[in-house]
T-cell receptor, first 113, second 113 residues
């Protein structure tokens, strides 16, 4: 069984740029959630995708957007990067009706200069 | 609204001593409760979860937690700490009406020889 993978592992961008982060879900999982973890904080929910449609969103501006593909892989896109977007971005996959048990990837560390 | 409070951002114990990490939650509906562990530069790994049924939940690596509704608590314990337990621990809450996890700010566990 393949776990959740994310790419890239590290990324450095400058303010105002755009970034795309990628996630491959655990085999058979049809739901993916994205979280932002700032340094020294707990993860904050960004949004969730289920069967290629957004299925819930946290308190993040529209410049944070996502996609889920038919093979259940996913992308997180962030436009007009700000310094405060520097964080670890975590992807988690799950199965519907499994009591929200989510399996996390190793994360992508984004640094915005 | 749901929330999680983890008392103590840092906990230090000696190897072989009891580990107690505290978590209190707020939820207007029956909660699902989780404990995750995060090792340096890694994603989150599920230790244990409570959804319904037995209030004492056993997880991996010898950890367990007890759901106490009257105290709105879900404290994590381990009878005997091991050096490999040193990590960041996150308590999280969700419910069957939402698909997002609400995390606490985390507790860093240090284990001394």
């Amino acid at each position: 069984e393949t776990g959740v993978t994310q790419s890239p592992t590290h990324l450095i961008k400058t303010r105002g740029q755009q970034v795309t982060l990628r996630c491959s879900s655990q085999s058979g999982h049809n739901t993916v959630s994205w979280y932002q973890q700032a340094l020294g904080q707990g993860p904050q929910f960004i949004f969730q995708y289920y069967r290629e449609e957004e299925n819930g969103r946290g308190n993040f501006p529209p410049r944070f957007s996502g996609l889920q593909f038919p093979n259940y892989s996913s992308e997180l896109n962030v436009n007009a990067l700000e310094l405060d977007d520097s964080a670890l971005y975590l992807c988690a996959s799950s199965l519907e009706d499994r009591n929200n048990e989510q399996f996390f990837g190793p994360g992508t560390r984004l640094t915005v200069l | 609204a749901q929330s999680v409070t983890q008392l103590g951002s840092h906990v230090s114990v000696s190897e072989g001593a009891l580990v107690l990490l505290r978590c209190n939650y707020s939820s207007s509906v029956p909660p699902y409760l989780f404990w995750y562990v995060q090792y340096p530069n890694q994603g989150l790994q599920l230790l244990l979860k409570y959804t319904t049924g037995a209030t004492l939940v056993k997880g991996i690596n010898g950890f367990e937690a007890e759901f106490k509704k009257s105290e709105t608590s879900f404290h994590l314990t381990k009878p005997s700490a091991h050096m490999s337990d040193a990590a960041e621990y996150f308590c999280a809450v969700s419910d069957r009406n939402t698909d997002k996890l609400i995390f606490g700010t985390g507790t860093r566990l240090q284990v001394f020889p």
